[in-house]
């Protein structure tokens, strides 16, 4: 009698240990389409409506992402520290296994997309498959403008550090400010870190560009405000303010939603950063 209870014993942990390593297979041929919002990538990056995706691993590990016309990702390279606007519309992201066995990416539309263990043994690490995908940007909106009701980007924390370092971004922030100033005093950027640092005689000026909200600063000057009427001198932002969850970054959490700036030919931008909806108000 004892001898059948072990034998039954052991066929039910075997057949046990079997579901839990039996491998799934995937239809790569499968396309599906992104229909809710807030779908994120890692947590921090929202894939916009319209955005498809399939996988391109039968094991599950791995998929690729087309972007609806008008956006672009931001890409990564690790070897070099640069980063760049893809020119394609696509991207990848893959789930490595820290161990023995394998990751699967998992969607589900209330979290969006990440690495479930699967038969993975160690610790499952999400990334992209050629270059790190650290943002979405909206390439219709390729020159500054102060339209608010823009399609927005969203980019990761690394995302948004790297932003103002892109060449398209350099370009379009020093061409502006050289018509801002062509006749006029600048400011010293170097002493202005925060809001209450903006001499009386200017102001911050919050535009948008490939979707990310970038402030510059300007002259309260007649002609300016005559070329740009929707600017608004008495409604110009004075703070950053954080709605939503905040990042994983503990550095960050710890500061809180605050103005960082990156300085480029002699001026220099800023942006709101320290939450997934930290916006200059």
């Not at 990848?92 to 699967?118: A, H």
């Not at 499952?124 to 219709?140: E, R, V």
């Amino acid at each position: 009698m004892k001898k059948i209870i072990f034998l039954f014993l052991l066929c039910s942990y075997i057949l046990n240990v079997f579901a839990q390593t039996e491998t799934k297979e995937f239809n790569c041929a499968v396309v599906y389409t992104i229909t809710e919002e807030n779908s994120k990538l890692d947590n921090e990056i929202t894939l916009p409506i319209g955005t498809t995706w399939s996988y391109t691993s039968s094991a599950g590990n791995a998929v690729k992402f087309t972007l609806p016309k008008g956006y672009r990702f931001i890409k990564f390279n690790e070897t070099t520290n640069v980063a760049r606007v893809a020119e394609e519309d696509g991207g990848g992201y893959s789930c490595t296994c820290g161990g023995t066995g394998s990751c699967t990416v998992f969607y589900q539309s209330k979290l969006g997309y990440g690495c479930l263990q699967s038969t993975c043994s160690g610790t499952c690490t999400g990334q992209g498959t050629s270059s790190k995908i650290i943002g979405i940007i909206n390439s219709d909106n390729d020159q500054l403008s102060l339209d608010k009701n823009i399609g927005k980007a969203s980019l990761s924390i690394e995302g948004m550090a790297n932003f103002l370092k892109l060449t398209e971004v350099q370009h379009e922030i020093k061409k502006n400010y050289d018509f801002a100033y062509a006749n006029m005093k600048k400011p010293d950027f170097n002493s202005i870190n925060s809001f209450k640092d903006i001499p009386s005689e200017y102001f911050m000026a919050n535009f948008y560009f490939f979707g990310v909200e970038v402030g510059l600063i300007l002259p309260k000057d007649e002609s300016i405000m005559k070329l740009m009427p929707e600017l608004n001198v008495e409604s110009a932002p004075t703070s950053c303010s954080c709605s939503g969850s905040n990042l994983t970054n503990k550095a960050i959490i710890a500061a809180g939603c605050k103005l960082e700036k990156e300085c480029i030919f002699g001026y220099c931008a800023y942006y709101c950063t320290g939450c997934t909806t930290c916006t200059m108000k």
